[in-house]
């Protein structure tokens, strides 16, 4: 079992940043693009998530990164 690797959102440019808050899916609303706030960006087993609350409803929203897109 891989160990959580913790990083630092805020050291992506802000055009990235901006992207990685608009583009969400809350599974929750059931709908793309409500944004996300309060968010932190981590690794686990290999792969890159950012993780926050759907501005609309407040839920966790995950976003899965693809090779450091």
Not at 12 to 20: G, N, V
């Amino acid at each position: 079992m891989s160990d959580l690797i913790e990083r630092d959102f805020y050291a992506r440019d802000l055009e990235e940043q901006r992207s990685f808050l608009q583009y969400t899916w809350c599974n929750h609303c059931m709908e793309m693009d409500l944004g996300m706030v309060n968010p932190i960006e981590y690794e686990l087993d290999g792969i890159i998530y950012v993780e926050g609350d759907c501005k609309k409803c407040g839920e966790k929203v995950v976003t899965e990164l693809d090779d450091e897109e």
